[in-house]
């Protein structure tokens, strides 16, 4: 994955007027997830933004409440393309990937976003892009090749996932499906279900036309 470098300042005022505020300053709360697991009670030092989340069974979960600029995420958020991002707060550096983003229901402006902190130990979930390649033997049979996924769930270290899923359709026969079950990317595993179809070559009134006249 290409590389995103964000800043971003700690957040230590929650409460929904501050929120607000900070939305009318053209600021966007972020949460980044996946700090480390410590025992409850914690009795240890926590910095600037830093938060304890109970996750059951007398543990917590670290997780840093940040702030970021509209304009720095815009190439971030609205872009077909998935990026490792370096947050730089304070001068301390941390990767992590994009895990959701909440808009306006109107506005469609961003009024939230959560990153999930990631290492080059710990596998990830991730949504990556779909590329199809080559000249499907149905097209060629009059059929239309259709993407009915256009991403799938990848599970991988972040410094393993690819930019885009590349398949190649040069076998695929007319009124023939792949589904998730037949793609295969070394070091990577897919997670969708295994039966969901990713794309197929479809029977055009054509294609259908030229079989029925062949018999």
């Known amino acids: 994955m290409k ?3 964000l800043e971003a300042q700690p957040r230590v005022d929650l409460g929904k007027k501050a929120t607000k505020a900070l939305r009318n300053q053209g600021l966007i709360p972020v949460v980044l997830n996946g700090g480390e697991i410590v025992d409850l009670p914690f009795d240890g030092k926590l910095e600037a933004g830093q938060k ?14 940040l702030v ?27 990767m992590a990937v994009l895990k ?3 808009f306006h229901p109107v506005k469609d402006n961003v009024l939230h976003i959560d ?32 993407l009915s996924m256009k991403r799938l769930k990848v599970k991988a270290v972040y410094t393993a996932v690819p930019e885009q899923l590349v398949i190649n359709v040069d076998n695929l026969g007319l009124g023939k499906t792949m589904q998730v079950g037949d793609l295969h990317f070394e070091g990577l595993e897919l997670v969708n279900a295994k039966n969901a ?19």
């Open 3 to 5: 590389k995103f470098e």
């Open 52 to 65: 304890v989340v109970e996750i059951g069974n007398g543990k917590g979960l670290i997780t840093t409440d």
């Open 68 to 94: 970021v600029t509209n304009e720095a995420v815009r190439k971030l958020i609205y872009t077909p393309e998935i990026f490792a991002v370096e947050l730089n707060v304070n001068g301390k550096k941390q």
């Open 100 to 102: 959701d983003v909440q």
């Open 115 to 146: 990153f999930l902190a990631v290492n080059d130990t710990k596998p990830v979930v991730i949504n990556v892009p779909v590329k199809l390649e080559g000249h499907a033997e149905g097209v060629k049979a009059g059929g239309k090749l259709n």
């Open 197 to 215: 179809v990713v794309c197929g070559v479809a029977l055009t009134r054509a294609a259908r036309g030229a079989a029925q006249a062949a018999e």
